[in-house]
């Protein structure tokens, strides 16, 4: 099997914007035709875009993947088997173009550093038919607060079959208007409890004065 095709390597201060059989034969595929990608895995790497918007029918078949933290043109379907994967290990990946997803999703997030992926889309993101997972790339817990894995400007379909959250977070699938999902993490009750004691004391502490 081929190693993975790198987007984006050959540019240090400007973005590697090409059409993707061009790229293709930058990184030496010199016979390539529409074909070829399917025996590797894409990374966009963070100056890169990749640019498939003249390509009717683009997909990340079985046993495939798309990674990395570089830009997406054009319409995008991760097929059954396929996987989507922002970042290389955490970070975001963005998409100009419907992104449909009937494979995997697979968001890591750093509880030691409270970060997450994201995969940011600017058209449709359809999630029906996808299995989402989540894998912690740290020791700890996350810190309470909301973590962002999955936004679009357009229409947001959330899983059928929705994954089991980490512990300690829900997942709310009507994130921004429904336009997005995002773990939620909120404080143990015990450590409400001691809040609310304090403000107690704080506010007795107000009156006595």
Request: proline content about 6%; overall charge negative.
């Amino acid at each position: 099997e081929r190693k993975p095709i790198a987007i984006g390597l050959t540019s240090t201060t400007q973005p590697k914007t090409l059409n993707f059989i061009a790229q293709l034969r930058n990184l030496g595929y010199a016979n390539v035709n529409k074909r070829t990608y399917f025996e590797s895995s894409i990374v966009v790497k963070s100056l890169g875009v990749l640019d498939v918007s003249d390509w009717s029918g683009f997909n990340i078949p079985d046993g495939r993947s798309l990674s990395g933290t570089g830009s997406v043109v054009g319409d995008v379907l991760v097929a059954a088997g396929g996987s989507i994967e922002p970042g290389e290990s955490v970070g975001a990946l963005t998409a100009t173009g419907n992104v449909t997803v009937a494979g995997g999703f697979e968001v890591e997030y750093d509880s030691d550093v409270d970060t997450i992926d994201k995969l940011a889309v600017t058209g449709d993101l359809d999630l029906a038919d996808a299995t989402v997972t989540f894998a912690d790339l740290g020791a700890g817990s996350l810190a309470p607060g909301t973590y962002v894995f999955a936004l679009c400007t357009g229409t947001f379909t959330a899983p059928a079959s929705p994954p089991t959250p980490p512990s300690g977070a829900t997942i709310d699938w009507a994130y921004n208007s429904g336009q997005g999902a995002a773990l939620v993490v909120v404080p143990e009750p015990s450590v409400l409890i001691l809040l609310s004691l304090a403000g107690l004391a704080l506010a007795a502490w107000r009156r006595r004065r």
